[in-house]
């Protein structure tokens, strides 16, 4: 017998934790796992919302068949196709051969592609409503946030957002599933490292999506990845508000890549002098041993960056080169930039960290600096005066 969690009297958390799996899509890490969540409403028709990532498709039909107790699914509804949370689509409905898959035009599409299923299918229209006898279900659709198909669905009787990847969360459910039963300092850092990473290519759709919603009476938050939102509602739709806005603290995130210390030892002196000048919030990484994901959600918390790189064969150092690729990538805006490279014989990073910034148009806040070799103590004034133009966009 396993321990079934409610939500409300008729709706259950379907959760699975995934503490195996070392990167999500295969790139960005879970050192504190993940949890897929789905959903179920038993009324007088069943509803299940989401399923889970194929690796969990028997603890998960376990779970449902303890919470149905005989009943059938007779809906799945699919709010987002990614295989984290479509991958048991095709165990539901071997499971229960008469469900009906509810979804939007390009929800189908996708379940073509990844099943080539031909069960019953309900395709819904945004705003369109499903009856389940007491539970009224309104489909949003918020293309974008995550993959285009994506929909949100809503209780109109409990007042449940079921929100796909929107407000999720990495790190496994150790325990604690509601936000109330947790302390929302762990899950604040994964939380802005799931959006940063995953969702924050697309922050307009995310205001856009933010706006649909903004008329509805939410009570409680059931996204697919990390805890229900039932106690702080005001926080994660604000900390959603800013992220997708680029509101964000003042500091500065310091990257480097150096191959024999020469401009680890220029960031640390920025880094240094960034304090003198009264910043508070610095963090410095090294590119080559920080995971592009950590540098990525602290660029997401503060409004500050500076690049440095040496020339590695005529280009960046290859883990620069990989930071800024996705920078561009996720197309990040609104941020304060300050850049700087060395070189042995002949200098080629900084031309690149100088392409990057034109390209991505952040505000570059001060000269660029190339230095030759290791650093003279007459090139102390030239990092001097970077950090005292970072500080001054916070000083003002
Ligand atoms: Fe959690 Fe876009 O999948």
């Known amino acids: ?4 969690v409610k939500i409300t009297d008729k709706i ?12 999500f899509e295969n790139l960005w890490p879970l050192d504190k796992g993940m949890s897929y969540n789905s959903y179920v409403i038993v009324d ?11 690796g969990y ?51 189908f599409k996708m379940l073509e592609a990844f099943f080539s299923l031909k069960n019953k ?16 279900l309104t489909f949003y659709t918020t293309p ?42 762990f899950y604040e850092d994964e939380l802005r490292r799931y959006y940063s990473n995953i969702v924050g290519k697309f922050t307009k759709q995310t205001q856009k999506a933010l706006k649909k919603l903004s008329n509805l009476d939410i009570r409680i938050i059931a996204a697919t990845h990390g805890p229900v939102w039932r106690d702080n509602l005001k926080k994660i739709l604000s900390l ?64 500050g960056v500076i690049l440095a790189s040496p020339t590695y064969n005529g280009s960046l150092h290859p883990t620069m080169e990989a930071l800024v690729s996705e920078l561009k990538h996720l197309d990040v805006k609104d941020h ?25 148009k952040w505000e570059v806040v001060a000269e660029p600096i190339e230095i030759k070799g290791a650093m003279k103590a007459e090139d102390t004034v030239k990092f001097t005066e970077l950090a005292k133009k970072m500080a001054d966009k916070f000083n003002k």
Do not use: C
């Open 144 to 185: 974008w946030v995550h993959w285009p198909e994506t929909m949100m669905t809503y209780d109109q009787k409990e007042k449940i957002l079921f929100s796909g990847d929107a407000f999720g969360s990495f790190g496994a459910l150790d325990g604690g599933i509601f936000d109330d039963e947790i302390n929302l300092d």
């Open 240 to 303: 959603y508000n800013d992220w997708s806005t680029y509101t964000l603290d003042d500091g500065v995130v310091v990257v480097y890549a150096s191959m024999y210390g020469h401009t680890a030892r220029m960031a640390d002196l920025t880094a240094r002098k960034m304090a003198e000048y009264g910043i508070k919030n610095i963090r410095v990484y090294d590119a080559s041993k920080t995971h592009m994901s950590y540098i990525i959600n602290d660029i997401w918390k503060y409004k």
């Open 44 to 54: 007088e028709k069943v509803a299940l919302v989401d399923t889970v990532e194929s």
């Open 1 to 4: 017998m396993q321990h079934t």
């Open 12 to 23: 259950y958390w379907l959760g699975v934790n995934d503490r195996k799996t070392r990167l």
């Open 336 to 360: 304060y930039l300050g850049i700087f490279g060395s070189f042995a014989w002949n200098g080629a990073a900084l031309k690149e960290l100088i392409k990057f910034s034109e390209e991505i």
């Open 57 to 107: 498709i028997d603890e998960f039909i376990v779970k449902l068949r303890e919470i149905l107790q005989g009943r059938k699914v007779d809906y799945l509804i699919s709010n987002h196709m990614e295989p984290d949370h479509s991958g048991a689509i095709g165990a539901v409905v071997r499971e229960y051969p008469d469900v009906t898959v509810v979804g939007n035009k390009l929800t």
């Open 121 to 136: 299918q309900k395709v819904v229209a945004n705003g369109e409503t499903l009856d389940l006898g007491e539970h009224q």
